[in-house]
């Protein structure tokens, strides 16, 4: 099941991104030849289509999924190979210069993949065959998680000698809030089954096969799009904001937001449905 493509925005050369007339848009990763493995382009091209999804009021929810047998294995160690990571001690090359570039493009990196968290309009991750390495700080950066039964989850960065330093270690502990279990996982890089992840609430749902969870998440989808914009946007905003600062914090810049906010016609339209027991239709953002 995919969105039906009504706009000429989105051309990627590793992601397949339709937007349905009901806002709904789907990104698919699309290297299934490689097992949906991230090169540069591939994470530079999902930062960009996350950027502009910030920015189209005709996208209203998203769905992300991948291509092929898996989610993703993960990044592409082929290319790594030639790149920052492959050339850990190179002759004449200053330490101190040379790591002060590989900051940046680390910092380039972890970018790409906040775009997902900043983006504003919800985030479902679709999760099927492997998640491995990156794929967790992907979809750690999403608002929703589903997978499949035969869906399985792998912090792989030790296995390759690093440290996550993409989002995984900073997200994964937020979203699941048990210490000791994010510790196990991100220390062994062990193999987390479905049925795990949504024991410790890492995914919302588990369904049979990829076409069950694909309409899952188009349905949720759905119901998302067919809701206030202004407040959707707001919601996952102040959500996101409140997670980083304390009880208090959040409180005082909600009473800010939503002092704009509510200025919406949005509020009257649902009020005035509700109270008609007629369904609402809003206007993009």
């Known amino acids: 099941m995919r969105a ?9 050369d590793l992601l397949r991104v339709g937007v349905s007339s009901e806002g709904i848009a789907h990104v698919e990763i699309n290297r299934p030849s490689a097992l949906n493995a991230f090169s540069t382009q591939t994470w530079r091209e999902l ?7 910030k920015s189209d009021g005709n996208v209203r929810c998203v769905v992300l999924s991948g291509a092929g047998r898996m989610f993703t ?24 210069r040379k790591g002060y570039y590989h900051r940046l493009y680390i910092l380039e990196f972890q970018d790409a993949i906040s775009t ?19 794929g967790i700080d ?17 912090v792989k960065e030790v296995d390759i000698g690093m440290a ?20 196990d996982a991100c220390l062994t890089a062990r193999k987390i089954t479905s049925k795990e992840a949504l024991f410790v609430g890492l995914v919302s749902r588990v369904l049979p096969g990829k076409r069950e969870a694909m309409e899952s998440a188009f349905d949720t989808a759905a119901t998302i799009a ?60």
């Open 4 to 12: 039906e493509t009504t706009s000429t925005n989105y051309q990627f």
């Open 47 to 53: 930062g960009q289509c996350f950027t502009q999804f």
């Open 73 to 96: 294995a993960g990044l592409d160690l082929k290319e790594a190979q030639t790149g920052p990571l492959g050339k850990p001690h190179e002759e004449g090359v200053d330490v101190a």
């Open 116 to 134: 997902i968290e900043k983006c504003d309009k919800p985030v479902i991750a679709v999760v099927h065959g492997a998640c491995l390495g990156i």
């Open 138 to 154: 992907i979809i750690s950066a999403c608002d929703i998680r589903v997978a499949t039964e035969d869906a399985y989850f792998m």
């Open 164 to 183: 996550a330093d993409v989002g995984t270690l900073q997200r994964l502990p937020k979203i699941v809030g048990n210490d000791s279990w994010v510790r």
């Open 226 to 285: 067919s809701k206030s914009p202004v407040a959707i946007v707001s919601t996952k905003h102040l959500l996101n904001y409140s997670r980083d600062h304390t009880v208090q914090e959040g409180l005082e810049y909600t009473a800010a937001w939503n002092a704009l906010a509510h200025n919406s016609h949005d509020m009257a339209l649902a009020v005035l449905s509700s109270l008609k027991k007629q369904k609402a239709h809003f206007p993009n953002l």
